[in-house]
């Protein structure tokens, strides 16, 4: 098997400017024959050259960054190469822990030892196989010019085209049919023969007797049918091994751990039978330890153990509530059903990973860890594991010898008794699933018909329909709350932002509104709110309203800072008025104004000069209108004695 395992070493796929370059490790039938450094377009080359079994890589981010580029990648890989990822596919690990599965250690700093890495575990089988494509090809015909818009002889032009597209296409459908394969065509027609053709074949890109050109009228395009999305595949059919916790009972509890005790499933139902909970367990990989919480191991357990002719374990003696959480608590678990049963499996775990600790260190490199440690779980010493791998490689090249039982041996009558019951417990478990099944359909028939009068009964019964109406109402002003409460949430963020703790020293908070419309104070109102002795910075005065000025006056606003650029818009009645309302009114001049969306700063000692200013002013205003309303009042006595006299 020849073997490309690459990494990255400097550049990016994404880069622009720096193209990348991969660390590039040969290795044929597990034995490295040659290291490189290579560009994309190199390493390409190489790989349509040699042909390899398996290309294999720890990230596919380091080929292609998006779906569609590795879609294309793909394209361009001989149908016989894999490309295999070896982190896994859809759930990824570190290499380092992959590599750590078969004893080997690399330094993750040099690019070519951990392209040696890759090359090696792949080698044991590890990893996914990235599959983009189904066994469907895609032959496409067209045309390699474009007749243009042409001259007098356009007619004759674009005749000779269609016509070659034509002939190319009639010669790949004999090819097709000569080699038997069975495919579909569609044609367009143009102006003396065809535009374009397309056949799409049931069989794989290799076996069909048809490559891609491209020279003079025609251009012949090979392309997969892509799946609506990319497949991972793991090229090593064994089963993961599995230790498995189970608390058995009305609620059924289970929980999976991997050999490196790992989570991989904790689950609970009250409707699980035992051949459930073995299918379940099956679809997970293979159990080799099945562990009970409690002393001895339920007999629903034991029948479970049996199916998987795995190895019990149980603890000494009961574990305790405190010692559960404890241990569960790591993990996370629904319901006591699911603790008990993680408590099971971690104790087992806990208990064989202490005895793999010393002979794990004896492995030698390159040796499947997980192998070795099934192996110990079930009653081998490491001299007879490893004998047996060598064994396993010997059969390849030699028929196994045929093995003659004595059958006045002591030990092949036990087993033979064993054999026994072990089948009269297959065939009662057997029958138990077919009566259990039975029953199954009955219950799922009487649960139909109570749905259905229990339906029946809802729709026509007035107090459901009207039960329903509130919950729809309740739903809807339930849905109206929280986009209120969203709103209040930022509102109390911004006003969070305006506080004098955030601010400058020597500054004012101001509140920014673009000019005194109705619609503008309502919106700043909404966002950060308008209280009392707040100062509002008024951006111009191209919309204002008597009414905006008494309402902002009610609501105890300290002053209206006006930008001083809107100085040449302020009419005098605009400042009667809000002398009228006693709001003072200021020109932001030398105030150093620093806006940050709804609010800012203006320096505190210009806004205090200019405010004294506005007071002086308006002790002015106050003392004129007190002095007319004198003079009125002299106007209407002298009248009113005017007219006593009279």
């Known amino acids: 098997m020849l073997i490309f395992g690459i990494d990255l070493i400097t550049g990016s796929v994404r880069s622009r400017t720096v193209q990348p370059k991969y660390a590039l490790v040969i290795a044929k039938e597990g034995k490295i024959i040659r290291e490189l450094a290579v560009s994309l377009h190199r390493l390409i080359r190489l790989i349509h050259r040699d042909q390899p079994d398996i290309l294999a890589v720890d990230s596919v981010q380091e080929i292609a960054p998006h779906t569609q580029d590795l879609y294309r990648f793909l394209e361009l890989l001989p149908s016989k190469t894999m490309f295999v990822v070896v982190t896994g596919g859809d759930?990824?690990?570190?290499?380092?822990?992959?590599?750590?599965?078969?004893?080997?250690?690399?330094?993750?700093?040099d690019p070519?030892?951990?392209?040696?890495?890759?090359?090696?575990?792949a080698h044991h089988g590890a990893g996914s196989q990235v599959v983009a494509f189904e066994k469907e090809t895609e032959i496409t015909i067209t045309r390699n010019r474009s007749p243009g818009k042409g001259g007098w002889s356009q007619n004759r032009y674009a005749r000779k085209i269609h016509g070659n597209v034509l002939r190319y296409?009639?010669?790949?459908?004999?090819?097709?049919q000569s080699s038997g394969l069975s495919f579909w065509k569609k044609e367009y027609k143009a102006f003396g023969g065809v535009s374009r053709v397309s056949f799409h074949v049931r069989e794989k890109r290799d076996l069909i007797p048809v490559t891609s050109s491209r020279g003079g009228d025609v251009q012949i395009r090979l392309s997969g049918k892509r799946l609506d999305r990319i497949q991972y595949r793991p090229i090593s059919a064994r089963p993961k091994y599995l230790i498995v916790g189970i608390d058995p009972g009305t609620t059924i509890g289970i929980a999976v751990l991997d050999l490196n005790g790992e989570l991989i499933k904790v689950h609970s139902s009250r409707q699980m039978t035992m051949g459930d909970v073995t299918e379940f367990l099956w679809s997970l990989g293979k159990p080799l330890i099945i562990a009970s919480d409690v002393v001895p191991m339920p007999f629903s357990v034991e029948k479970i153990r049996r199916a998987f002719q795995a190895t019990p374990h149980t603890p000494k003696t009961d574990i305790s509530v405190e010692t559960k959480y404890e241990l569960a608590g790591k993990f996370g678990y629904g319901n006591d059903h699911e603790r008990d049963?993680?408590?099971?499996?971690?104790?087992?775990?806990?208990?064989?990973?202490?005895?793999?600790?010393?002979?794990?260190?004896r492995v030698p490199y390159g040796v499947d860890l997980e192998e070795v440690k099934a192996g110990i779980i079930r009653g081998q010493s490491l001299e007879q594991i490893l004998a047996g791998k060598r064994d396993t490689v010997r059969s390849t090249e030699e028929k196994k010898p045929e093995v003659i039982l004595d059958s006045s041996d002591e030990r092949v009558r036990i087993l033979d008794g064993k054999v026994k019951d072990l089948r009269l417990l297959v065939a009662d478990?057997?029958?138990?699933?077919?009566?259990?099944?039975?029953e199954n359909k009955t219950l799922s028939r009487r649960i139909t018909g109570l749905k259905t009068e229990r339906d029946k009964g809802i729709n026509i019964d007035p107090a459901i329909i009207k039960r329903d109406q509130i919950i729809a109402n309740l739903r809807h002003r339930l849905k109206q709350e929280e986009k209120n409460n969203k709103k209040l949430h930022k509102r109390l963020k911004r006003l969070k932002e305006t506080t004098d703790e955030e601010r400058p020293q020597g500054t004012r908070v101001v509140k920014v509104i673009a000019d005194l419309s109705r619609d503008n104070v309502r919106l700043l109102s909404e966002r950060v709110g308008i209280i009392k002795d707040d100062i509002l910075y008024v951006k111009s005065l191209s919309a204002w309203g008597k009414g905006i000025v008494h309402d902002l006056a009610k609501a105890g606003v300290e002053s209206v800072i006006l930008n001083e650029k809107s100085a040449e818009t302020l009419s005098n009645e605009l400042k009667d008025i809000f002398l009228e309302e006693g709001l003072p009114l200021v020109l932001s001049r030398d105030m150093h104004i620093q806006v940050k969306g709804d609010v800012g700063t203006c320096d505190e000692e210009p806004y205090a000069d200019a405010l004294d200013s506005w007071n002086d002013d308006y002790q002015q205003y106050l003392k004129g209108k007190s002095e007319m309303m004198l003079d009125d009042l002299m106007k209407e006595y002298i009248a009113e004695r005017e007219r006593k006299v009279k």
Do not use: P
């Open 429 to 438: 478990l057997q029958n138990e699933i077919t009566s259990l099944k039975h």
């Open 341 to 361: 049963a993680l408590t099971a499996a971690i104790e087992a775990y806990r208990f064989w990973n202490h005895k793999f600790t010393g002979i794990l260190k």
């Open 112 to 121: 070519f030892a951990e392209a040696r890495a890759i090359a090696e575990v």
């Open 91 to 109: 759930r990824q690990t570190g290499l380092i822990q992959v590599a750590a599965r078969y004893n080997i250690s690399f330094d993750r700093f």
């Open 169 to 176: 296409a009639r010669e790949v459908e004999h090819d097709l």
